[in-house]
């Protein structure tokens, strides 16, 4: 046992994509959940720092830490099981901001720290989030949360029937 510092790292999964328009476009997309129901299924996030959010009947879980319309947003971000009063998992926090680029806005994800066993699964999570996100800003036709859940889960090499497998 030392009293000096110990050095760790931990894991982050952090996305950029370029949408159309200014940020103000996408930010109800993150902020109002009720435009992005396919994701945020049943829930809000007060708006306001100190707010709650509660996110797919109440299996996510935080607080908002940063609200800075129209371009950051950032909260706690809590994973509960079914009937759970406290979550087994550790907190992280979820970053996301918006910012006017020279064509259109620049849109960072950033979720941290992330359990080295979910890092995949987490990535397949935020890509589906994000592509979903981008349909709705193009105003494209957002498909179901499962269409690019499958998609991404190629991409990431995560099983879908046993995700953890």
């Known amino acids: 046992m030392s009293d000096g510092a110990q050095f760790t790292h931990a894991h982050m999964v952090r996305f950029?994509?370029?949408?159309?328009?200014?940020?103000?476009?996408?930010?109800?997309?993150?902020?109002?959940?009720?435009?992005?129901?396919?994701?945020?299924?049943?829930?809000?996030?007060?708006?306001?720092?100190?707010?709650?959010?509660?996110?797919?009947?109440?299996?996510?879980?935080?607080?908002?830490?940063?609200?800075?319309?129209?371009?950051?947003?950032?909260?706690?971000?809590n994973v509960y099981n079914p009937g759970d009063a406290t979550s087994p998992y550790p907190e992280s926090y979820l970053i996301l901001t918006l910012a006017a680029a020279v064509e259109g806005t620049t849109f960072t994800l950033e979720h941290l720290p992330v359990q080295e066993r979910f890092v995949k699964l987490n990535a397949m999570g935020w890509h589906t989030f994000m592509d979903m996100v981008e349909a709705a800003v193009r105003g494209d036709p957002v498909h179901g949360r499962d269409h690019y859940m499958a998609l991404n889960a190629r991409h990431y090499g995560v099983d879908l029937s046993n995700p953890l497998g």
């Open 16 to 77: 950029e994509r370029r949408l159309p328009g200014p940020p103000a476009q996408a930010w109800g997309f993150l902020a109002d959940t009720g435009r992005l129901p396919g994701w945020y299924g049943d829930g809000a996030i007060e708006p306001r720092v100190g707010g709650a959010v509660s996110l797919m009947g109440g299996h996510i879980r935080g607080v908002v830490t940063q609200w800075q319309p129209p371009g950051r947003i950032a909260y706690t971000w």
